[in-house]
């Protein structure tokens, strides 16, 4: 959907609160950087949250207003320019819960860019967390129903004990949907312990389980984006990719 990009605010201009900037750039072949592209989220429009534009100096600029699928699929190249990629894992993983994300949903999961600062490393803590006598048994319940919008709520409370526990009670002969829930819940989990889950979820029937296996097993997460075709996990790609990994 075409809009007006005349009043539209640009990086340096005044926007309403509802209006996010998310990432501005430009053309990769535009080297005198006379381009500039944007994204935006609109809080206030969630049948198509995002616009897009594109501005020539002090000129108007055109734009269009769409969804996370469509962004991802049909402009990704501006997308990554932006230095959006995060909103491509995000579209998958709106379709594979099959919910759509509100713009409040997207804006939570902006990364938060933590500056460097160079410092004498200090002893490292174990990371705390709530008791997991508190979180095991809403682990069970949103695993036992599937439920992989709680499952997306409760990523933020595995700590390592948590993680331990919840790899105790994976099996291999659990059926598919129960072990797609488990990793969808572990997905962001690093440490040894968790690879039997992700060497057995490369056989998932789910695609985006195959891809989440291949990021854990080979501690590489960049490699999602490369893995879609117009926005979506492609199923031939991420085959592939476990292949040369030598995973399969």
């Known amino acids: 959907?075409?809009?007006?990009?005349?009043?539209?605010?640009?990086?340096?201009?005044?926007?309403?609160?509802?209006?996010?900037?998310?990432?501005?750039?430009?053309p990769p072949d535009d080297l005198q950087r006379k381009t500039v592209l944007d994204?935006?989220?609109?809080?206030?429009?969630?049948?198509?949250?995002?616009?897009?534009?594109?501005?020539?100096?002090?000129?108007?600029?055109?734009?269009?207003q769409t969804t996370l699928h469509e962004i991802v699929k049909r402009f990704l190249a501006h997308v990554q320019a932006c230095g959006c990629e995060w909103l491509v894992p995000l579209a998958a993983e709106e379709t594979l819960r099959g919910k759509i994300f509100t713009p409040h949903e997207i804006l939570a999961r902006k990364p938060v860019p933590t500056p460097r600062v160079e410092t004498q490393e200090p002893p490292k803590s174990v990371r705390r967390g709530k008791p997991a006598t508190e979180v095991m048994p809403r682990i069970r319940d949103a695993i036992g129903a599937g439920d992989f919008e709680k499952l997306e709520g409760l990523r933020d409370e595995v700590t390592d004990e948590i993680a331990g526990e919840v790899i105790n009670e994976w099996h291999a002969g659990l059926p598919w949907d129960i072990k797609d829930a488990y990793a969808s819940l572990l997905q962001d989990q690093l440490a040894a312990s968790v690879h039997p889950l992700f060497r057995d979820a490369l056989n998932s029937p789910t695609v985006e389980t195959?891809?989440?296996?291949?990021?854990?097993?080979?501690?590489?997460?960049?490699?999602f984006t490369s893995m879609m075709t117009r926005g979506c996990v492609d199923a031939a790609k991420v085959d592939a990719a476990i292949a040369k990994a030598g995973l399969r």
């Open 210 to 223: 195959r891809a989440y296996a291949l990021c854990v097993l080979t501690g590489d997460f960049t490699q």
């Open 1 to 26: 959907m075409p809009i007006d990009r005349r009043n539209y605010p640009t990086a340096s201009s005044e926007k309403p609160a509802s209006v996010i900037p998310l990432g501005f750039g430009h």
């Open 39 to 64: 994204v935006h989220l609109h809080l206030d429009f969630p049948d198509g949250p995002f616009s897009i534009g594109e501005h020539w100096g002090s000129a108007p600029g055109v734009g269009t």
